[in-house]
């Protein structure tokens, strides 16, 4: 079982930028197939960026705003969010997605305790 800590959320204002961290509790996972997501209050959650080997793909309505990377050497995965605006206040989320699955929904494990980002003036 692997769990993934997420840290990096903060109060913002609009326009500012905050980069989210995931780190994995066990080292050497391979953290290939990775995509952070967020639930708002009230809504479900969604997939806002994903990266698989060296292909990204990210929520239209955050691409060119985000930018989902990785440091393999610290099973980090990270999200550097620009340009940020109310919408994107949310708890944010990482997994790992089922590598048998094309679904963003289908991830491998428990989810964990998330990191609010509050998007407000």
């Known amino acids: 079982q692997v769990q993934f800590v997420e840290s990096g959320g903060d109060l913002v204002r609009p326009g500012g930028s905050l980069r989210l961290s995931c780190a994995a509790s066990?080292?050497?996972?391979?953290?290939?197939?990775m995509g952070w997501y967020r639930q708002a209050p009230g809504k479900q959650r969604e997939l806002v960026a994903g990266?698989?080997?060296?292909?990204?793909t990210y929520a239209d309505s955050v691409k060119g705003r985000f930018t989902i990377s990785r440091d393999s050497g610290k099973n980090t995965v990270y999200l550097q969010m620009n340009s940020l605006e109310v919408e994107d206040t949310a708890v944010y989320y990482c997994?790992?997605?089922?590598?048998?699955?094309?679904?963003?929904?289908?991830?491998?494990?428990?989810w964990g305790q998330g990191t609010l980002v509050t998007v407000s003036s």
């Open positions: 997994n790992g997605r089922n590598p048998l699955s094309t679904s963003w929904y289908n991830v491998l494990y428990a």
């Open positions: 990266i698989s080997g060296s292909v990204t």
């Open positions: 066990r080292s050497g996972f391979t953290m290939y197939t």
